[in-house]
């Protein structure tokens, strides 16, 4: 399957574009007519500069209402699409895009559009060109693929197609199953845009939300295997328009693009080994499938100087040191199943990552039965591998760059199933709690890990997460802070073992935008963690380093949930959150902050959201102790 981009998916110039396109390797690219009017040079220079770049130009895009004007406008239409097709013999394609009329001039007569169609086929065969027609889901009166495909076949000329882009078809709540009477040949362009499920007008949901595939809602897959049943053998266009993309840099794009494509073509082989879709990795075959258990290890860049305070966080929490590194200068704290590794080896990257970030999350390692699987994907998807110096008879854990340039490691046990810390780690001679008076461990494992996103690169984080790890990924919803709002999703493996919110927020005075802010990009700002015991591991923190509650927040509890005197005595006590809902319970309590990053305690009871309804009292709480600081 050939892969092409529209231009109008990504930042920049159309010389820029075409760099961007022809660096990710796509085989053709769609031009739309507003990069050519506003760039500088000659559509001669424009079809030279996609020569070199090895790209085709697979169509021009759009040409807009055109059929079925009054008749005393057709003439001059007609005049117009020869413009167009001048233009194309300049360019070198063949392809002209043709999208269903808007205008409220147009009459409601498929007769004439069919008419009008087959005419500008014929001249468009004269000149040796093809016309995709298009149904725009807010056409004045063909709105949809049925209507579009209606006129095509209607109109029967051999130069004439009709083009299927998934957001139109959707956004109507069409049955795909009528793509089934198209023949492949009668399809002149596939264009793909994925979008979030969002109730508003159809124009500006498609003009600023649409998505690659992967990173919104759409069940493209279904979309993928009706395409593919009617043997069509042409592009796979991306035709998307949205803010973020707008935004971001535009070769970070083009990847993210390719990667979605590599994706769903991986995803509709594994769900139809039938359909030829042609596997574009070396041997044709399909990938290891994601296979991700749960959080090995999070790893921490700190500094001599500044590991104090850290490790005082830890403790509290109820860790102990249990080992250190063989070779490196680097501590591993234990408790439960949760490893916490604090890197202060001189020289590497960890340290690196300390002087851009300070004291920050430096690497997060998963567990997985198939390391070698994992980082097999991520090559193919084009994730960048990171090679790091081992040391003879230590652990070789394959590692790629993740979000905000952290490393992510893929650990397997070995076949004697010793664990990472078995193998590269010693155990300390003396294994004793810094604060022994305290109560004893009671944290169980890693819960989830927050990681607040810059707004470029939050679509992209989704497609990490989906395309690498094969993580679900929920719906966005807005997360009210008294400084702005904040976008989350989660994403969460089919185990519910990992769980990663990931938010961002367009508000400079969010808690995700200080977070930014105070660690320099996106990165990950809270760890929450199970207990079994969530009164005594608050107590273990103590006040001084717990986020304080105000008083009216247990007030409100009281009258929204019957909470028994005592509970509701010790919630407030200890500055615990509740919230309960059809399935359970949850109590949970934040720590303060350390260079914006800071620790979630939380008891599940059967209860499996995050405790969202209770983000804003946390984000004013943040608020409110930042300023008194
Ligand atoms: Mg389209
Ligand atoms: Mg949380």
Known sequence: MKRSIATVCLSGDLRQKIDAVSHANYDGIEIFENDLLLFEESPAVVRQMTEDAGLDIVALQPF???ECMPVEKMKKNFDRAERKFDLMEELGTDTL??????????????ERAVADLYELAERAKKRGFKLG?????????????Q??????RTADHSNLGIILDSFHIFSRGKDLSLINEIPGDKIALVQVADAPWLDMDVMQWSRHFRCFPGQGDFPMLEFMEAILRTGYEGYLSHEIFNDEFRSSPCKATAIDGMRSLLWLEQEVSRAEPDLVVGLPNQEGVLLPEASLDKVEFIEFAVDPESSDELVTY????????????KSKDVSLYRQGDISIVLNEEPDSFAQSFYLVHGISVCAIAY????AKGMAERAAFFGYPKFGSNVDAGEMEIPAIRGIGGKLIYFVQENQ????????????EKEIKPVMPDLATSSLLEVDHIVEGISVSEFLS??????ILFGLEIAQPQDLIDPYGIVVSRTATSKNKKIRIPFNMSRSWGSSTARFMDVHKGSGVQHIAFTCDDIFSAAERVGQDLMLPIPENYYDDLEARFTLEDELSEKLRKYNLLYDQNESGTLIHFYTREINGIFFEVLQRNKYGNYGETNAHVRMAAQARLRKSQ
């Open 416 to 427: 004697s199933g010793d664990r990472f810390f078995d193998i590269d780690f010693v155990e």
């Open 147 to 152: 209507d579009a495909w209606e006129i095509v």
């Open 64 to 66: 807009r209402d055109f």
């Open 314 to 325: 830890l403790s509290r929490l109820g860790f102990v040191k249990t080992h250190h590194h």
């Open 367 to 370: 567990s997985t039965p198939d």
């Open 461 to 466: 984080t989704s497609l990490f997460f989906r």
């Open 97 to 110: 895009l043709l999208c269903s009329n808007v205008s409220p001039l147009a009459v409601n007569s498929r």
């Open 133 to 145: 027609y298009e149904a725009l889901a807010w056409g004045r009166y063909v709105k949809d693929f």
